[in-house]
């Protein structure tokens, strides 16, 4: 299976795409990115890496409309915030992600923004619509809803092995597109 989507060169920085990975020929990716193995990024998805950088994980999936950018470095701020998306994560309908590191099996609802210095440990679910202002830190094992975001409650061992299998069924999902492309 062969992905035949060519990313697009910012300051001869383009787009890496592991084995596996499908990126929808509507999506764009800018510059300093690297997809790791398995992973898919669906129609219409903008991600920049241009005044720092975006890492995705394996087998993570960022669905349609989605807009990911960073921050660049400052006097303030050397490192900026680049955005960093771990393994397993689920990325919903019309996401905005900006320079924030989300850690591994985690859901991202539509519609969710998350902002700047934001940190979402492993096994979280952030509810649709979800506002996540910056340099918050969402703890390990909790659904967290609202505009800005609280936490709800502890999420239980099924919702944690969703986790998983949401995943999972994107790397089907897209292997199926991929065959088509063959
Ligand atoms: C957050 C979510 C997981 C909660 O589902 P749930 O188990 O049905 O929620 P609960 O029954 O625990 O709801 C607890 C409360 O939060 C409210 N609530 C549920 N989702 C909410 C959301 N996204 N934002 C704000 N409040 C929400 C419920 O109305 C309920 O309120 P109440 O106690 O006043 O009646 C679900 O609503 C959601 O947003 N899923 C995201 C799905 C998605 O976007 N997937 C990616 C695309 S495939």
């Known amino acids: 299976m062969t992905n035949k989507y060519k990313g697009r060169s910012y300051k001869s920085k383009t787009p890496k795409l592991a084995a596996g990975v499908y990126v929808d020929e509507s999506a764009v990716l800018v510059g300093d990115i690297e ?4 992973s898919s990024v669906w ?15 394996k087998r993570t999936n960022v669905q349609d409309g989605s807009v990911l950018h960073l921050t ?3 006097a303030s701020n050397p490192d900026g915030y680049p955005l960093i998306i771990g393994d397993d994560v689920t990325v919903g309908h019309k996401v905005m992600l900006h320079g924030c590191q ?3 099996r985690i859901l991202v609802g539509m519609g969710a923004i998350v902002m700047d210095n934001v940190v979402v440990e492993d096994d979280v679910i952030i509810g649709g619509g979800a506002l996540v202002p910056p340099n918050k830190r969402l703890e390990s094992g909790y659904l967290y809803v609202g505009s800005p975001v609280k936490q709800a409650r502890p999420l239980n061992e099924q919702e944690i092995a969703f986790l998983k299998t949401s995943a999972q069924n994107y790397v089907e999902l897209k292997d199926d597109y991929l065959s088509e492309l063959d």
């Open 102 to 104: 989300l850690g591994n």
């Open 35 to 38: 997809v790791e193995e398995d």
């Open 43 to 57: 129609p219409l998805v903008a991600a920049r890496g241009d005044v720092n950088f975006i890492k995705i994980g």
């Open 72 to 74: 660049r470095s400052s």
